[in-house]
């Protein structure tokens, strides 16, 4: 996205809107965990990877219920079923694990 550059005292409005929340606590952060999780880094260890197995065993769990229901294997289901609402479960559960270990890629190796 092209950004102009604003004259001194003007802001736009985007500034305003744009806002990150610490993954541990949820507190207002300008840079992803904030200073007291930083500061913190037992809890903080604890919590991402808490978080993690439970993401992990919750896609888990709407994977295997897919494969009995479209009667694939485990790895392979490639259900695209619009009216079953497992399957955007499923798609939520993939992305927010996809999110959720790339933070732990970043902050905790």
Same mark, same amino acid.
């Given at each position: 996205?092209?950004?102009? @550059? ?6 736009? #409005?985007?500034?305003?809107? =744009? ?7 949820? /507190?207002?952060?300008?840079?992803? #965990?904030? =200073?007291? !999780? ?11 990877? @808490?978080?993690?197995?439970?993401? +992990? ?8 219920? !897919?494969?009995?229901? %479209?009667?694939?294997?485990?790895? +392979?289901?490639?259900? #695209?079923?619009?009216? !079953?609402?497992?399957? $955007?479960?499923? $798609?939520? /559960?993939?992305? @927010?694990? /996809?999110?959720?270990? %790339?933070?732990? @890629? =970043?902050?905790? #190796?």
């Amino acid at each position: 996205m092209y950004q102009q @550059e604003q004259p001194a005292g003007k802001a736009s #409005i985007s500034q305003y809107f =744009t806002s990150l929340h610490c993954p541990v606590c949820h /507190a207002l952060t300008h840079r992803g #965990i904030c =200073t007291d !999780c930083r500061g913190n880094q037992q809890r903080t260890v604890a919590v991402l990877s @808490e978080r993690l197995r439970s993401l +992990e065993q919750k896609y888990s769990s709407l994977c295997q219920l !897919c494969s009995s229901c %479209s009667g694939e294997s485990l790895h +392979e289901v490639n259900c #695209i079923s619009l009216d !079953c609402p497992v399957f $955007f479960q499923r $798609f939520q /559960a993939k992305h @927010e694990l /996809a999110a959720n270990t %790339s933070l732990r @890629e =970043t902050y905790l #190796i």
